[in-house]
């Protein structure tokens, strides 16, 4: 139903009237499993977003500690979170890219469809649009998760801080 958005921009029938259409329709020509399309594609670039923001934030405020360009502060957390924030986006876009592509493939009256897998989708886009297109909407994204990623360390900082845990 979201990607139905660009179908009424263009002047097109959206393809589902509401939730319970979607599901009725969805079911009736996909099957149940068509209800989980794109979950694995959903699941990994989950995986990358969490492994850019976690593993990326304690290395970069331990850089930025350790190299004494802040104390263990607001201005360490800030930094940190902007670098967490860069790093998940760099790795999730393309995770991004092949899921949303995944996601939106309609199979065909016979049942096939333009990507058969993940790596399917992420080797023929290279393939045809180029290693730059896995980092389409990079800063769309960067937009999204920067902010998240601020509120996220710095509320995490000051609550480990009230609570009297130490920083490493």
């Not at 209800?35 to 977003?49: D, S, T």
């Not at 902007?82 to 790093?87: C, D, K, N, R, Y």
Request: hydrophobic share 45%; charged share 20%; with cysteine.
């Amino acid at each position: 139903m979201q990607a139905d958005g660009r179908l009424i921009n263009n002047g097109l029938q959206p393809r589902y009237k509401g939730p319970f259409d979607a599901f009725n329709k969805i079911v009736a020509m996909e099957g149940l499993g068509g209800l989980w399309k794109g979950v694995l594609p959903n699941v990994q670039r989950a995986f990358l977003v969490n492994m850019g923001e976690l593993a990326c934030y304690d290395h970069a405020k331990r850089f930025v500690i350790n190299n004494q360009i802040s104390d263990d502060n607001i201005y360490a957390h800030t930094l940190a979170s902007i670098m967490s924030g860069l790093s998940a986006t760099m790795l999730s876009c393309p995770a991004d890219v092949v899921k949303t592509r995944m996601m939106n493939q309609a199979a065909s009256k016979e049942g096939n469809v333009m990507y058969k897998s993940s790596y399917d989708c992420l080797v023929k886009t290279v393939k045809i649009e180029g290693l730059t297109a896995l980092w389409k909407g990079f800063f769309t994204t960067w937009a999204r998760l920067g902010p998240w990623q601020f509120f996220f360390w710095v509320s995490y900082e000051k609550f480990r801080q009230i609570s009297g845990l130490s920083s490493f």
